[in-house]
């Protein structure tokens, strides 16, 4: 069967006079290139938001009702020392109105330790501080997103004002029936830092104090969040945490243990949104696949054209001996070469691109306002305007396996084409191609 790749090379190599099957190739180029960067693009801006919202909002595994903060240190260094444990940080969150010179705004209130920008590196990342830093030692220090600073026109070393509402009858374990339990909170705190972390909602409606400052605004209760390495190992973790629990309580039993503190995990927050996010990226996908289904038919019908054209070699061939299925792989040889060649050359411009795509933006953006000031049209020209989108960076993420489907999607096409249209092959005679030979 050696001779199987010779002739289809030979057959590429030599079409009519024509050296490659370019347009086969440029079209399967073109596809791969298109989705391997668009798909890259969305892969930057998605994974940007989730690990936004997982770093910074939900956890990874919150541990919910904990034991009380001065009975939970055993517990908390027991689940620091698990495997896959990255950092567990205990918060609490205040529901509030904050008001400043300029204006009010309703926002969340997180509760951190003032170690807690050493224990969560993740969070460390995703929190840009513009101005000030991460500074709650004092119980008065308040951290507020930029977007928020601006609405209230509070700057470093303001004054802003919290006013929160708590219920005494929630704390002391009671009900929410009596309006009378509810009684409002009044307190000024000082601004020492303005952060962004690329995510509207946070920078807008999100503040940070001491820890200690949210228990007497909203009572005893806090959370544990729980950062893994490898978040989609959250519910084997959860099995793991609802027996530490177990172990931790000798007071009770596990069962009692279970229903005092309620394990969840990141897959019961934000589900609308990470299910829109990962229906967005499938019908994208789909979408630009589509490329290579007309790639594929335009293939189809070269090969359909070559099998017409090459009767005769094709007579010639059956007639020394070759079988049917020898010839037809022939032509799905041919296909391979185009596939790989187009995929191959497709796959390592698009993953440059990628690689590159602030760079590639940015010289886009300076070709066409060029063109507009050559033409008197002014310029400012941005594919994605800050007036419009909330992004201060254009960034790609490669998933390696993504760029492997991708790859194999642009052979696979080619592969197709060139078995279906090969069909025909079979059905040519010897005897009667070269009857008038």
């Not at 903060?69 to 609490?92: Q, T």
């Not at 992004?391 to 490669?398: C, G, H, S, T, Y």
Request: glycine share 10%; proline share 3%.
């Amino acid at each position: 069967m050696g001779w199987v790749g010779f002739v289809a090379g030979r057959l590429v190599a030599r079409k009519r006079g024509v050296p490659l099957p370019v347009l086969s190739i440029l079209g399967i180029t073109v596809g791969v290139l298109a989705l391997t960067v668009i798909i890259s693009v969305m892969n930057g801006f998605q994974l940007g938001f989730i690990e936004s919202i997982l770093e910074i909002s939900s956890y990874y595994v919150r541990l919910e009702s904990p034991p009380p903060i001065n009975e939970s240190d055993v517990l908390i260094e027991k689940i620091r020392a698990l495997p896959n444990v990255n950092a567990a940080v205990p918060f609490r969150e205040v529901q509030a109105l904050l008001r400043g010179d300029w204006g009010q705004h309703a926002v969340l209130i997180r509760g951190l330790y003032p170690d807690a920008w050493e224990e969560d590196p993740g969070m460390a990342e995703k929190l840009i501080f513009e101005e000030g830093s991460f500074d709650l030692e004092d119980g008065d220090s308040i951290l507020l997103g930029a977007e928020l600073a601006g609405r209230l026109h509070a700057e470093i070393g303001d004054m802003v004002q919290l006013i929160s509402i708590k219920s005494a009858g929630f704390a002391g374990g009671g009900n929410l029936s009596s309006a009378s339990d509810e009684e409002a909170s009044e307190s000024l705190f000082v601004v020492r830092g303005i952060f962004r972390s690329g995510f509207y909602e946070f920078d807008l409606g999100w503040g940070f104090i001491n820890f200690d400052k949210a228990g007497e605004l909203e009572g005893e209760p806090y959370t544990l969040g729980i950062k893994l390495n490898d978040r989609f190992q959250d519910k084997k973790f959860a099995a793991v945490l609802t027996g530490l629990i177990g172990e931790i309580d000798s007071g009770s039993s596990a069962a009692d243990s279970q229903a005092h503190s309620k394990v969840r995990t990141w897959r019961n927050f934000n589900r609308a949104f990470f299910g829109a996010l990962r229906t967005e990226k499938l019908f994208m996908f789909v979408l630009v696949g589509l490329i290579f289904i007309v790639v594929g038919l335009n293939i189809y019908q070269a090969q359909r054209r070559i099998v017409l054209e090459r009767r005769e070699e094709i007579g010639l061939l059956r007639a020394v001996g070759a079988r049917d299925r020898a010839v037809r792989l022939v032509f799905v040889w041919d296909g391979f070469i185009v596939g790989i060649i187009g995929a191959g050359l497709g796959t390592i411009l698009g993953l440059l691109i990628s690689f590159n795509i602030a760079a590639v933006f940015s010289a886009l953006e300076n070709a066409v306002n060029a063109i507009l000031y050559l033409f008197q049209r002014g310029g400012g020209f941005a594919v994605f305007s800050p007036a419009v989108f909330y992004i201060k960076e254009i960034k790609a993420r490669v998933i390696p396996h993504e760029v492997l489907l991708i790859f194999l999607f642009g052979l696979f096409s080619a592969l197709g084409a060139a078995w279906f249209a090969s069909g025909k092959v079979s059905r040519i005679k010897p005897a009667e191609v070269l009857r008038y030979e």
